[in-house]
């Protein structure tokens, strides 16, 4: 839809919700609500997603089975532990645009994102540095600033973190390029979070992904943005590895598990150095507890432990709503969505806020950051108290991120509405 033909109208907001072909699947999920019972405008699903109603069924049948079964579960359950990974592979890989082979679900971000860099990142004397974005998600600067000093580097040495031109928020793709170009013979790892957790910015992987691999580096993305929220496409991409979390958009609950990718091209490299566990191992041999390491072909030879399966029950529950709606279907309801907030923030008469997310479509998913300007987080607190949840961001911004399985076209109308009285417009 053009964004001229929006209105800035309750009911044009209701007959777009009226209109919508996913509307149904917001009655599959448990809406927070107020004190008043009156549910929360809840636009916090880049942070941590809503329950599906489905997640205490699934649940409830892991611990039922194993009441009823012990151990035994792990073959009669009805959904048998022992290769309960497997069921979530394929809709998972369908989520990312990923194959099967390069998909797994298995331990959390930052533990996966350790494991992607003993296999990726292979630093040597003279090409040992890792290029990051300024505005890395803290967890990740933590992570290769470690892997940094783990390998004898210094990370004011060896880390080049790449901040937006002075008085731009935004990377540009032609900066990228120009220090991939200048420093490229001495990078070994390149890792862009993204979409940005901060900016809601997208890259164009494929594009980082020629770059760093013309230059000889190995290139990477941490997808906890991206996942279930746009088409990553992550196989095309060519990017050697990817990593995220599904508690955001995947809706799998608080702290569950990670996914993992790693390119079919090194699915059988057994020259890649890798921290290895049972769940790793050849399937066949497994229990054998005798013979030595034997991977299992792509990235399920990374596996370490036998994973959670309350965890995985409620993935499983969550990836079948994602099957059940499609990815492009919600796409295609996300780019509406996302733009018919954006137009009402614009109508908005002041300027005291700006959306610093990128208004180029293909360059973002759902979420949008809006810096308000000459603010403090009481603005913020004001509008939790109007019945929004949000997510406030030091210095100055609110992300908002309205997600197309749950949330409504009227939510949006809805919640700028309470911002402008909370703006004292
Ligand atoms: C972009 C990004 N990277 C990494 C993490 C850390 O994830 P985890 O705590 O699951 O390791 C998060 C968590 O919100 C995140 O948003």
Not at 100 to 123: A, D, G, K, Q, W
Not at 273 to 285: A, I, Q, S
């Amino acid at each position: 839809m053009q964004k001229s033909t929006y209105q800035n109208s309750l009911t044009f907001a209701r007959k777009l919700d009226r209109e919508d072909p996913l509307r149904r699947f917001r009655n599959d999920f448990h809406l927070p609500k107020q004190a008043s019972g009156k549910p929360y405008l809840y636009f916090c699903g880049n942070s941590l997603g809503l329950q599906p109603k489905s997640t205490k069924t699934a649940i409830q049948q892991e611990l039922s089975d194993w009441k009823k079964h012990g151990v035994e579960g792990h073959f009669e359950s009805d959904t048998p532990w022992m290769p309960y990974h497997e069921f979530l592979t394929e809709n998972m890989a369908t989520v990312v645009g990923a194959k099967p082979i390069e998909t797994v679900v298995m331990n959390t971000l930052s533990v996966n994102l350790h494991l992607m860099m003993v296999s990726f990142y292979r630093p040597t004397k003279k090409r040992f540095k890792i290029l990051i974005e300024h505005d890395a998600f803290p967890s990740d600067r933590y992570a290769v600033a470690s892997q940094l000093k783990f390998h004898g580097f210094d990370p004011d040495k060896g880390l080049i973190d790449l901040k937006a031109r002075d008085g731009e928020v935004l990377l540009r793709m032609e900066d990228i390029e120009q220090v991939v170009e200048e420093q490229g013979d001495e990078i070994a790892l390149i890792l862009f979070g993204n979409p940005n957790y901060y900016t809601g910015q997208f890259l164009d992987m494929k594009t980082i992904t020629k770059l760093g691999h013309k230059k000889g580096a190995m290139v990477g993305f941490d997808c906890a943005h991206g996942a279930g929220n746009l088409p990553l496409n992550l196989h095309d991409s060519g990017a050697d590895f990817a990593v995220w979390c599904t508690y955001k958009y995947l809706n799998s609950g608080p702290g569950s598990l990670g996914g993992c990718f790693v390119h079919e091209r090194h699915a059988n490299t057994a020259t890649l150095p890798r921290f290895t566990g049972w769940w790793g191992h050849n399937k066949e041999t497994r229990f054998g507890m005798r013979d030595g390491f034997d991977p299992i072909p792509g990235v399920e030879g990374w596996q370490l432990s036998n994973p959670p399966i309350l965890s995985m029950a409620a993935i499983h529950a969550s990836l079948q709503i994602f099957a059940d709606a499609g990815m492009d279907a919600l796409r295609k309801k996300s780019l509406q969505l996302t733009g018919f907030l954006e137009y009402l923030i614009n109508e908005m008469p002041t300027d005291r806020m700006r959306i610093i997310t990128p208004t180029d479509p293909t360059q973002r998913g759902c979420q949008l950051s809006i810096q308000m300007l000459n603010a403090n987080k009481v603005l913020y607190d004001k509008l939790t108290k109007k019945g929004v949840i949000a997510d406030w961001r030091e210095p100055d911004v609110i992300r908002i991120a309205p997600v197309p399985l749950y949330n409504s076209f009227e939510d949006c109308w809805r919640f700028v509405k309470c911002l402008e009285e909370v703006s004292d417009l």
